[in-house]
């Protein structure tokens, strides 16, 4: 089920109503059902995964609370982490790997015959693992009692608006919110219906018109040159952003109508002056989580400085794993350690005294970004190195340059103006006065006129121009 789907549509009021009808202690009863309905809506069968998954998380974190013997509480979290990561390999990276080993073999002029599996990639199962890991990680470290009702654990693990891609919540701030007695407050829900609409322009109208040019090329990247590449990764990096931050502002939203309130996923990634920066401002529950949970355990910054810069490295490594299958995202995930480690040698840090030098520092970062999202977008290694080198063919002409990318990519003028005034630019103004205040509480603060005249623009956009179609969410393949 999609969040811009006429079902989800009718499926989240249906959930709003009877929430708010039901007495206290039958609403995580509520939010039970409607969390494996949305997930099952996807495919029935894969709902044995995430009920399996829960049910070994559950009862490791109960066994390792009730036990003083340290051994056995690590044999214990290591049957909680081997079983959920397990499942996750299976379903994810035994074909990369298999695949991966057989090439290697190859090259050695070793035959070997890849027997894959096949197996169609359970949506949400990185989001819900690494949810569920942190769990049972916490009850070890004595940071989080282990829920002992099953069927709470299981909606907090479950729990509809953020289970196929996020925010990945911790135990702490969304367990306790599932138990506790809500009442209505109309500021909050009205907070949500306007995040949630800011979502969905973000998702339906930004993102999804931008996708289609982006798909046009980096679906068939020989065929283009020049402008037309640049265009269409700079497109991606707009369209990946509003497509994820949609989401998660849809889900933030819809959590908000009852109640609960998740974690922001997001703060203007793209106005960054660094990279450590960027990522403190991007995906923020998958960084945090990777930080608490690996780079820390590593060792963090708390050894020497070789070891330091190699978790630094080793940690986007597996960041850059964690999204997908595939060497491209590897590489993704080590241009970004690497710069990180970079940005430590050299003592670089995020811009904050000199607006001039924010700005251009803003800039570097940014386009550090779009050259690492070609590697995150291509279909495979060689087709990133063909962008790169022709991204900038024809140059020397600069009008011709630009005229010739536009028309390539199936653009006019006109539609690249208005691509750039109604898509671009309201959303930088947005992120930009994002950095100061709550953009959605100022309007709501302004005279009904001028508030309702923005609410009003606000649908009217995305009923008028939103995508054809409902397009799935970019970070459902991960």
């Given amino acids: 089920m999609l969040f811009n789907s006429l079902q989800y549509a009718v499926f989240l009021p249906v959930v709003f109503a009877v929430y708010w009808l039901l007495p206290h202690k039958y609403r995580w009863m509520l939010l039970f059902a409607a969390s494996y309905y949305f997930y099952m809506s996807w495919n029935v069968k894969y709902v044995v995964l995430i009920l399996f998954t829960t049910t070994v998380s559950y009862f490791a974190a109960r066994f390792i609370e009730k036990t003083d013997d340290l051994k056995k509480k690590k044999t214990l979290l290591s049957i909680a982490l081997v079983s959920s990561l397990g499942v996750l390999f299976v379903f994810k990276y035994f074909d990369f790997f298999v695949t991966s080993f057989c090439d ?19 949506v949400g199962i990185s989001f819900y693992t690494f949810q569920t890991l942190s769990y049972v990680i916490d009850v070890y470290r004595g940071n989080s009692k282990a829920e002992k009702n099953f069927g709470i ?6 729990f509809f608006p953020q289970l196929v891609a996020g925010p990945i919540e911790r135990t702490n701030n969304l367990l306790p919110q599932i138990k506790e007695e809500h009442h209505f407050d109309y500021k909050q829900a009205a907070y949500g219906m306007k995040l949630m609409a800011w979502g969905f322009f973000k998702k339906m109208v930004v993102a999804d018109n931008l996708a289609v040019y982006v798909d046009r090329v980096y679906n068939d990247v020989s065929n283009y040159e020049g402008f037309s590449l640049l265009l269409a990764t700079v497109f991606f990096a707009v369209q990946i952003y509003c497509d994820f931050s949609g ?19 997001f703060r203007s990634p793209y106005f960054s002056s660094s990279v450590k920066e960027f990522w403190s401002r991007w995906h923020i529950s998958l960084s945090t989580w990777f930080r608490d949970y690996l780079y820390i355990p590593l060792g963090g910054n708390r050894v020497k400085k070789v070891r330091h810069y190699l978790n630094l490295f080793i940690t986007f490594l597996v960041s850059g794993l964690w999204h997908g299958a595939s060497w491209t995202f590897i590489i993704w995930g080590a241009i970004h350690g690497a710069a990180q480690v970079v940005e430590n040698i ?21 386009v550090f970004v779009c050259f690492a999202w070609i590697f995150f977008r291509a279909q495979n290694f060689s087709e990133a190195i063909f962008v790169i080198k022709n991204m900038f063919a024809g140059i020397g002409e600069p009008l011709n340059y630009f005229m010739q990318g536009i028309s390539d990519i199936g653009m006019s003028e006109m539609r690249f103006a208005a691509c750039i005034g109604v898509y671009l630019i309201p959303l930088a103004i947005y992120d930009y006065a994002s950095l100061k205040t709550d953009v959605i509480t100022w309007v709501s603060k302004k005279p009904a006129v001028i508030r309702h005249m923005f609410y009003g623009a606000t649908v009217a956009i995305i009923i008028f121009l939103h995508a054809i179609g409902e397009v799935s969410f970019v970070y459902f393949q991960f």
């Fill in 104 to 122: 290697l073999m190859a090259k050695m002029s070793i035959p070997a015959n890849p027997k894959t599996l096949g197996l169609l990639l359970p």
């Fill in 153 to 158: 654990f299981a909606t907090f693990i479950a």
């Fill in 247 to 265: 989401y998660s502002d849809i889900a933030r939203g819809s959590a908000k109508l009852l109640g609960i309130e998740l974690m922001d996923n």
């Fill in 346 to 366: 050299l003592h670089i840090k995020a811009e904050k005294n000199s607006r001039i030098k924010r700005v251009i520092s803003m800039c570097v970062v940014f």
